[in-house]
């Protein structure tokens, strides 16, 4: 299906309108009129990009006022951006594989974050041996916020069975958590207790809920710094200025429409939640059927939904996703197409 203009809660196809539930755009700010006119104003400010790399004697003001921003948001020391959360992820990795002496990944994990060589958690649902085992090293823990076909994020209880005489940097790429779960949207790595031998980064795209095109990573200054020091990073020219601006000029509209997705997330949960079929959360605006054919059901009613078949699953992805600007009239045509 190709569509010929973005989507909102509607989209054409063939020149016949759909009601839409699709995409990462959960908070729906890129339909805003106000949203785009801080676009707007944000480009005759910046111009539309700035081909220059970030090491260049002339910087411009934006990228530091926007990284303390970013890493007071996300409660960690530091912060830098680049264009795409999947460069995000693979400065992170790329980085890590001179620190560490292991990966290991939680399932269904990002391919941003997964290196070849990384080894399971899990091992028939029990935590891997050698994790358990090993001390004295360092070692990567690698996961999603939110993992495909979840709809809330992993508990990290098996974090107290690994030997605190190692050192753990814990990836968590929030690209479908930030702007949605936490503290104002925070993600859910402020979640995680506090421990001397855990450090956090985080990546992300910056694309989904807030409606930019760029990614961050966030973490302590001595990990941020080995990014910058980076020669592709130091090769690359950074996100788009006027993106940045728009961001920080956007946080009320984010808090806003963070509202709204939550009353639908709740409506459309009192209504679901007891559908066998289904999966859903009542703090997540994304949630699963698990018939194959519910696609061409929902089409055949107008509706158009995300299915495809995800990189780390056999399994085909049939998302259903909300956003702020859904209309209960617009929910409750989804939800009585869903029970029938």
Known sequence: MQLDKTPNTTAFLNRKEYLYFSGTSYLGVGALTDFQELVAKAIKKWGTSYGSSRNANIKLSIYEKAEIYLANFLNTETSVS???GTLAGHFTIKALKNLVDAFYFMPKTHPAILPENAFPIFENLEINKELKSIKNKKISILLDGIAAFETKPFSLNFLEEIDPSNTIYLVIDESHSLGI?????NGVSNLIPKKKNLKVIITSSLGKAFGINGGVIAGDLSFINLIKKDNLFI??????PAFLEVFLSAQEIYKKQLVKLKNNIDYVFEKLKGNSLISIDKSYPVFFHSDEKIEQILLDKNILITSFYYATSSKKFNRIVLNANHTK????FLVNAINK
């Not at 090769?235 to 788009?240: F, K, P, R």
């Not at 009239?329 to 409750?332: C, F, G, N, R």
């Open 329 to 332: 009239e617009q929910l409750d």
């Open 235 to 240: 090769g690359c020219a950074g996100m788009s």
């Open 82 to 84: 680049v264009s795409s």
């Open 181 to 185: 779960l936490g503290d104002n949207g």
